[in-house]
């Protein structure tokens, strides 16, 4: 009867959901950071934000059908192998045999599945015929506290303590690293960012070594540069980089219509950032700072700037975990006092030939397109990573509206000069 049953994809899901059921009830050394995220949805494990996980995990037919969506057809042929038991109260299924089931798992094309499971990893590492490391499994698999209900959840018992932290909560953007959709793979960087994000995970990684010697000066860093050359991609692609949620600000939001608020509220963000630590917290138009300062004669808002840069001084990546990234367009109207708060200063030019060419491959990666990236860096010169990123989404929508999914040069064309018409109605001609 095993042999007569066609393997399907869901087929397959199943028995690997029973595997790791039972693997994981065996051994209780492995915790929610094992269990993939289907398997997390499947079980349960992590409502609520909670990182424990409740044994023993059960497999039933009508969590099969409810959370995968699967038909009784599939169900039917899981039951049919002689190595699955089922129980008619709860309709739970079980696995008679873990080796047996392993072995047809094997057989019948699971080792994929092996490779993206650290419970399977687990038990397979060091088998006959399975090329595969328990400890490299695990590090891949998305970790818990990256992920949105973690990080809601902890915001949410930061939140519930006081009416301040209530305050802060609505006048910044908090992301967890799983929500994040930049990744460092994704970006073009230059030598000198790359530097940074490698100081960066070191520092992370030394904290305890770095704090030991009394050294705090590091992680405010201040980006700057053109609009649309990556300061804000990269600010956010540390996120799941590095594990660490990040709280966007925009100062500009957060100068309260009451400007005696406004100082409070800088304080109560800052301090938000300290209780949700290890997190980045970004700040975007850094120079509102500046123009403030250069400009408003408001006795409010020049404590409310001073207020932000004692925050500055008094934050440390080393002590209190928190990465500070500051971002401005301006950096010649920020004063002494401003860019003497960070201990670095990243540059983000626009990018040369070799740069552009770069970023055109990796946005057209997944694309078929009929055209000369070599030719079109050399012809897009004074053109940010942004500007690029348009000019493709403009030809794969000029393909689409013709029903082709292929970009054809006539595309491109279309794409260059919607980026320079934009541009230009920017520059006020």
Same mark, same amino acid.
């Given at each position: ?15 690997? +959901?029973?595997?790791? *059921?039972?693997? %994981? ?5 492995? @915790?929610?950071?094992?269990? $993939? &995220? ?59 045999? +873990?080796?047996?089931? *392993?072995?047809? %798992? ?5 080792? @994929?599945?092996?490779?993206? $499971? &650290? ?311």
């Amino acid at each position: 009867m095993t042999g007569e049953t066609t393997v399907t994809p869901d087929l397959l899901t199943v028995i690997e +959901l029973l595997l790791t *059921a039972e693997i %994981f009830n065996r051994n209780e050394a492995l @915790d929610i950071n094992d269990l $993939n &995220p289907r398997s997390r949805e499947f079980f349960g494990a992590g409502s609520g934000g909670n990182p424990g996980v409740k044994r023993p995990l059960i497999v039933s037919e009508g969590a099969i059908k409810k959370v995968l969506g699967v038909p009784e057809a599939v169900c039917q042929a899981v039951r049919a192998n002689p190595f699955v038991g089922y129980e008619e109260f709860g309709q739970r299924l079980n696995l008679l045999s +873990l080796d047996t089931a *392993a072995s047809w %798992f094997v057989k019948k094309g699971g080792k @994929d599945l092996i490779e993206g $499971n &650290p419970v399977l990893a687990s038990y397979f590492e060091g088998r006959d015929g399975i090329a595969v490391r328990y400890r490299d499994v695990r590090a891949k698999n998305q970790r818990f506290e990256d992920t949105k209900d973690y990080i809601e959840a902890k915001v949410s018992r930061i939140v519930g303590e006081s009416e301040e932290m209530r305050e802060a909560r609505d006048l910044i953007i908090i992301s967890a690293p799983a929500e994040v959709e930049f990744t460092l793979e994704k970006l073009v960087c230059t030598p000198r960012q790359e530097e940074v994000i490698r100081k960066i995970g070191v520092a992370l990684e030394h904290r305890d070594f770095l704090k030991q010697h009394g050294i705090y000066e590091f992680g405010r860093f201040l980006f700057v540069g053109p609009p649309g050359t990556g300061k804000t991609s990269l600010a956010l692609a540390m996120s799941p980089e590095l594990h660490m949620p990040v709280l966007e600000v925009r100062l500009a939001m957060v100068t309260s219509q009451y400007l005696g608020e406004t100082s409070k509220n800088i304080d109560r963000i800052f301090e938000l950032a300290k209780r949700l630590a290890p997190c980045i917290l970004f700040i975007d138009e850094f120079d509102f700072v500046a123009k403030t300062r250069v400009s408003d004669d408001h006795g409010a808002m020049k404590r409310a700037v001073n207020m932000l840069l004692k925050n500055i001084d008094q934050i440390s990546f080393v002590k209190n975990g928190v990465l500070l990234i500051g971002a401005t367009n301006h950096p010649r109207i920020l004063d002494e006092a401003a860019w003497r708060r960070f201990d670095e200063v990243v540059e983000f030019p626009l990018p040369d030939r070799k740069m552009r060419q770069a970023i055109l491959e990796k946005v057209a990666a997944t694309i078929e397109c009929d055209c000369d990236f070599a030719d079109l860096a050399a012809r897009t010169e004074g053109f940010s990573g942004s500007d690029l990123r348009m000019m493709m989404k403009e030809a794969v929508m000029s393909a689409l509206m013709e029903g082709r999914h292929r970009i054809s040069p006539v595309d491109i064309e279309q794409g260059l000069l919607r980026v320079e018409e934009r541009n230009l109605i920017r520059a006020g001609h």
